[in-house]
């Protein structure tokens, strides 16, 4: 594994195209904390915490549309009319997958300077429940697909323009929108002012389970939503192998098979020209299997031994995802009541990277697990990285593997009155704070924020100025549908 940065250091120079910070100590983390916070303190001089309410867009804004296309060059052909039709069915739909062109203009924004490893995409519905190696219940950032190291405002953007448009979906007046705003990123402040009072230990240590939550959350739930918190740790729980076993498969010929459910699940037999063409696909995802096993820390890999391959099909995940690779593999034990499904998902270039400078680790798969493993309080134990050199389009992939599901769980944000939103966010807040906190230089950011509530008052700004923004591009998208510029598919 390549050696790692330091995250405590400027963003690269790309990143910075307003109110460049300079003079950051070349020392970065060893840096002592009453620097760092002098630092952090200096940085509102030079950017003050009111700028953060712009939205600038210029006349020379890239096309949205244009940026969106761009990326389906790499992507599977007959699933991108798939992502359109998802994108477009509402304004956060689109919001979900237009991670690029909201790099891009967050690229036009001020930045204090001070990186930490971005999650990249951290909006509402990229936080959710999953079992920790310990088996508890964790509330965390999950997806890392765009992680880079970058700027820690642009995160924070992100989730701030994800509940104004969710607010707005869901029929929120804008005096309820911005208070959700504000709660989740007021707890960020809050939450990295505790943080910069913590040693380095209780920091990396620091987690949300659910149990935390729901005692967090018992003085404010009716009994109607404590009903709902219950029902989906009940759900969460649930979620494993065996449960995807039962829904995704079924015994054909006394062999257990993947399910057909085209377009969204295809089993790698049915993608192939010819059994022989399929056979030779399914050795060459075994010896796959074996290069990603050497990623994996030993006794995870000497666990994953005691499986053998099952099954492979392609499957359709979320929204800006569709197209890019993904493939479950069902790992089978002594016999079907000892299933492992994985998934093995692409990783290509982070929407960031081309505003905050290329990744170190060039294989994106590896970008991918690195930042995970950084970030989250508890990784899978199964997550990993792989390179195949020759995919079924003659082409080399990069990707990162991990369990399918493992009480993976995410929140019907579109379900959410006001009040829950509220409180959502607010741990949305808390967790996105302790992963900057764990990556980048705490003490510098808390201190930029200071005690007041000038930041969330102006990120509120932001979230209102590019809601309307995401709104206009939906339109956009709507429009090239309906124009035949873009070919969309529907209910899939």
């Given at each position: 594994m390549a050696p790692v940065k330091p995250l405590l250091s400027p963003v690269p120079t790309q990143a910075q195209p307003r109110s460049t910070p300079r003079g950051w100590p070349a020392t970065g983390s060893l840096a002592p904390p009453a620097e760092r916070i002098n630092y952090g303190k200096s940085a509102r001089t030079r950017v003050p915490r009111e700028d953060h309410a712009a939205l600038e867009v210029s006349a020379g804004r890239p096309d949205p549309m244009g940026l969106l296309e761009r990326q389906d060059v790499t992507r599977v052909p007959d699933l991108v009319p798939v992502r359109y039709g998802r994108m477009a069915a509402s304004p956060f739909a689109y919001f979900r997958g237009a991670a690029l062109p909201m790099a891009s203009d967050l690229a036009a924004t001020p930045v204090t300077g001070l990186t930490v490893q971005a999650c990249g995409d951290a909006h509402l519905s990229n936080f959710g429940i999953f079992a920790s190696p310990e088996r508890r219940l964790i509330f965390d950032i999950n997806d890392f697909d765009e992680t880079l190291p970058g700027p820690w405002e642009w995160d924070v953007k992100r989730l701030a323009a994800s509940i104004e448009i969710a607010g707005r979906e869901n029929g929120f007046s804008a005096k309820e929108r911005r208070k959700v705003v504000l709660a989740a990123i007021g707890r960020y402040r809050d939450a990295?002012?505790?943080?910069?009072?913590?040693?380095?230990?209780?920091?990396?240590?620091?987690?949300?389970?659910?149990?935390?939550?729901?005692?967090?959350?018992?003085?404010?739930?009716?009994?109607?939503?404590?009903?709902?918190?219950?029902?989906?740790?009940?759900?969460?729980?649930?979620?494993?192998?065996?449960?995807?076993?039962?829904?995704?498969?079924?015994?054909?010929?006394?062999?257990?098979?993947?399910?057909?459910?085209?377009?969204?699940?295809?089993?790698?037999?049915?993608?192939?020209?010819?059994?022989?063409?399929?056979?030779?696909?399914?050795?060459?995802?075994?010896?796959?299997?074996?290069?990603?096993?050497?990623?994996?820390?030993?006794?995870?890999?000497?666990?994953?031994?005691?499986?053998?391959?099952?099954?492979?099909?392609?499957?359709?995940?979320?929204?800006?995802?569709?197209?890019?690779?993904?493939?479950?593999?069902?790992?089978?034990?002594?016999?079907?009541?000892?299933?492992?499904?994985?998934?093995?998902?692409?990783?290509?270039?982070?929407?960031?990277?081309?505003?905050?400078?290329?990744?170190?680790?060039?294989?994106?798969?590896?970008?991918?697990?690195?930042?995970?493993?950084?970030?989250?309080?508890?990784?899978?134990i199964f997550l990993g990285w792989v390179r195949v050199g020759r995919g079924i389009d003659g082409r080399p992939h990069d990707y990162y593997v991990r369990q399918l599901r493992d009480g993976k769980l995410s929140a019907d944000v579109a379900a959410m009155p006001p009040a829950w939103m509220r409180r959502y966010a607010s741990f949305c807040g808390w967790t996105l704070a302790r992963a900057h906190a764990r990556t980048g230089d705490r003490f510098a950011i808390s201190a930029y924020l200071g005690s007041a509530d000038v930041f969330e008052q102006a990120i509120a700004d932001f979230a209102g100025s590019y809601a309307d923004q995401n709104e206009r591009d939906h339109a956009s998208l709507v429009h090239a549908v309906k124009s035949g510029r873009l070919a969309a598919a529907t209910g899939v």
């Amino acid at each position: 594994m390549a050696p790692v940065k330091p995250l405590l250091s400027p963003v690269p120079t790309q990143a910075q195209p307003r109110s460049t910070p300079r003079g950051w100590p070349a020392t970065g983390s060893l840096a002592p904390p009453a620097e760092r916070i002098n630092y952090g303190k200096s940085a509102r001089t030079r950017v003050p915490r009111e700028d953060h309410a712009a939205l600038e867009v210029s006349a020379g804004r890239p096309d949205p549309m244009g940026l969106l296309e761009r990326q389906d060059v790499t992507r599977v052909p007959d699933l991108v009319p798939v992502r359109y039709g998802r994108m477009a069915a509402s304004p956060f739909a689109y919001f979900r997958g237009a991670a690029l062109p909201m790099a891009s203009d967050l690229a036009a924004t001020p930045v204090t300077g001070l990186t930490v490893q971005a999650c990249g995409d951290a909006h509402l519905s990229n936080f959710g429940i999953f079992a920790s190696p310990e088996r508890r219940l964790i509330f965390d950032i999950n997806d890392f697909d765009e992680t880079l190291p970058g700027p820690w405002e642009w995160d924070v953007k992100r989730l701030a323009a994800s509940i104004e448009i969710a607010g707005r979906e869901n029929g929120f007046s804008a005096k309820e929108r911005r208070k959700v705003v504000l709660a989740a990123i007021g707890r960020y402040r809050d939450a990295m002012r505790a943080f910069a009072g913590m040693t380095n230990l209780d920091v990396w240590y620091a987690h949300l389970d659910l149990e935390d939550l729901r005692a967090q959350l018992k003085s404010a739930l009716t009994g109607r939503l404590r009903k709902e918190v219950d029902k989906g740790m009940a759900r969460a729980r649930s979620r494993d192998s065996l449960q995807a076993l039962a829904k995704l498969t079924a015994v054909a010929d006394g062999q257990r098979k993947i399910v057909p459910d085209p377009p969204l699940v295809i089993p790698v037999g049915n993608l192939m020209a010819d059994q022989e063409d399929a056979t030779g696909l399914h050795a060459m995802v075994s010896d796959m299997l074996g290069a990603y096993r050497h990623t994996l820390h030993e006794d995870s890999a000497e666990l994953l031994l005691r499986y053998e391959l099952a099954d492979l099909a392609r499957k359709v995940v979320g929204v800006g995802s569709v197209g890019t690779r993904c493939w479950i593999v069902l790992m089978l034990g002594s016999d079907d009541a000892d299933p492992l499904f994985l998934q093995v998902k692409e990783a290509e270039q982070s929407v960031l990277a081309e505003f905050a400078g290329p990744s170190q680790y060039s294989q994106h798969g590896e970008r991918v697990v690195v930042g995970q493993r950084f970030t989250q309080a508890a990784s899978d134990i199964f997550l990993g990285w792989v390179r195949v050199g020759r995919g079924i389009d003659g082409r080399p992939h990069d990707y990162y593997v991990r369990q399918l599901r493992d009480g993976k769980l995410s929140a019907d944000v579109a379900a959410m009155p006001p009040a829950w939103m509220r409180r959502y966010a607010s741990f949305c807040g808390w967790t996105l704070a302790r992963a900057h906190a764990r990556t980048g230089d705490r003490f510098a950011i808390s201190a930029y924020l200071g005690s007041a509530d000038v930041f969330e008052q102006a990120i509120a700004d932001f979230a209102g100025s590019y809601a309307d923004q995401n709104e206009r591009d939906h339109a956009s998208l709507v429009h090239a549908v309906k124009s035949g510029r873009l070919a969309a598919a529907t209910g899939v």
